[in-house]
């Protein structure tokens, strides 16, 4: 059993910055993938961001490529999402989920973990 705690939302103008946080607790959890997942109002969660288990892979959507950047501390049992230079379309609640395995991947039901959530909010 994986709990995930996320922290770091807020709300913040264009072209600004934020720093998600992750805490998991449990066992495993250097062996699991870990992603970010966002769902703006109105719209299907999609995929953001994924790390493998030690940090050396990284897969990112078209999207946020470029501005965003996920990483791990296995020591901390944590995963960030640095998010920079954010637009008001990255408005959204931002999910972190872990996937047991060392596969990275895009699809949400391919994670058996999520958390609660914490929302993200661009003023234009």
């Known amino acids: 059993q994986v709990q995930l705690v996320e922290s770091g939302g807020g709300l913040v103008q264009a072209g600004g910055s934020l720093r998600l946080s992750c805490a998991a607790s449990g066992r495993s959890f250097n062996r699991n993938t870990m992603g970010w997942f966002r769902q703006a109002p109105g719209k299907e969660r999609e995929f953001v961001a994924a790390?493998?288990?030690?940090?050396?892979?990284?897969l990112y959507a078209d999207s946020i490529k470029g501005r965003f950047t996920i990483s791990r501390d296995n020591a901390k049992n944590t995963v960030y999402l640095q998010m920079n230079s954010l637009k008001p379309e990255d408005t959204a609640v931002y999910y972190c989920?872990?996937?047991?395995?060392?596969?990275?991947?895009?699809?949400?039901?391919?994670?058996?973990?999520w958390g609660q959530g914490t929302q993200v909010t661009v003023s234009s």
């Open positions: 790390v493998n288990f030690s940090g050396g892979s990284t």
């Open positions: 989920a872990a996937r047991l395995g060392q596969l990275l991947g895009t699809i949400r039901y391919d994670y058996n973990y």
